[in-house]
């Protein structure tokens, strides 16, 4: 196929992708008619149907699945490598995009690259935050962030921050005149603040342990986030237990805004950890936000 043919097959990409001619116009930079005739150009050049129009959207046909299976790979590949040349001067520049948990964000990744920020003015760095898994090469991140080293074969990861203890607090105008819960199914007579992960869709059951032991618990309450600040308000604001990182709470224990239960039950989990694609050739604006998340200190949790 001739080179001039790659702006088609980059233009295909990112209409099936974004299944719309004029989200995909906008993207590009050009206009819905350019794009739309270009596609017809392409699967004439090919014999071969791609897309399925209609008035409301427009999905790849067979053909195009595999296309788009076998192109979009490839030519992420060939922009990681011209990305990678271009960064390639006396000073690294260029966008890294991240998805993390915002606990991950305040706790980890902010604190040690604010420095790399201002020492670096040409690198920008993109946070999104999501508690999900997010597979980081469909959705174009760089990186991401999850507790725990388990990856796919193809990605690497790398530890940025030490184990993660969980805690269980309530405020002290909710706890006036209850019973104090001596074991973790006690939350259940008590109201508690639910998170609701995205990559479960149900509610997320507290785990704990003691010793040899381990339960999880569903607790049930007025409140329900997918956002670990928000759950701590409520938790200040007298709306019931909250399960949190510990050291997100250690102040407002320490200030008597909150008071800790269950210390005996309080999980460690592995600690938050980077991961990406394992390249021969990466960005120097990736590799300097790898180094300075590297997490160099002991593994163990800090206890309270």
């Given at each position: 196929m001739a080179k001039e043919n790659l702006n088609d097959l980059q233009a295909f990409v990112v209409v099936a992708r974004e299944r719309s001619f004029t989200r995909a116009a906008a993207q590009l930079g050009v206009s819905r008619s350019g794009v739309s005739h270009a596609m017809l150009a392409l699967e004439a050049r090919l014999g071969v149907r791609l897309l399925t129009r209609t008035t409301r959207s427009v999905s790849t046909t067979e053909a195009g699945a595999r296309l788009l299976g076998a192109v979009a790979p490839r030519l992420q590949e060939i922009e990681d490598e011209l990305g990678s040349l271009s960064a390639m001067r006396d000073r690294p520049a260029g966008t890294v995009r991240i998805t993390a948990h915002d606990h991950a964000i305040t706790t980890a990744l902010w604190p040690r690259l604010l420095p790399l920020l201002r020492q670096?003015?040409?690198?920008?760095?993109?946070?999104?935050?999501?508690?999900?898994?997010?597979?980081?090469?469909?959705?174009?991140?760089?990186?991401?962030?999850?507790?725990?080293?388990?990856v796919d074969k193809d990605l690497v990861a790398v530890r940025i921050a030490p184990d993660m203890r969980m805690a269980v607090v309530g405020s002290p105008g909710y706890i006036e005149g209850k019973s104090i819960p001596k074991?973790?199914?006690?939350?259940?007579?008590?109201?508690?603040v639910n998170l609701r992960l995205p990559t479960r869709g149900n509610l997320y059951a507290w785990d704990f342990e003691k010793g040899k032991k381990s339960v999880n618990v569903k607790v049930e309450g007025q409140t329900v986030f997918n956002n670990t600040p928000l759950m701590l308000r409520a938790a200040v604001d007298g709306m019931g237990f909250a399960y949190v990182p510990l050291d997100l709470v250690r102040p407002h224990i320490a200030e008597g805004t909150l008071v800790a239960v269950l210390r005996d039950w309080?999980?460690?989990?592995?600690?938050?950890?980077?991961?990406?694609?394992?390249?021969?050739?990466?960005?120097?604006?990736?590799?300097l936000v790898i180094e300075a998340l590297r997490y160099r200190g002991p593994t163990e949790s800090a206890r309270f």
């Open positions: 670096y003015p040409d690198i920008q760095i993109e946070f999104s935050v999501d508690y999900g898994f997010t597979d980081i090469a469909s959705q174009r991140f760089d990186a991401g962030v999850r507790v725990g080293d388990r074991t973790p199914q006690d939350l259940t007579a008590h109201r508690c309080w999980p460690s989990f592995p600690g938050y950890h980077l991961y990406y694609a394992s390249r021969r050739q990466m960005a120097p604006a990736l590799a």
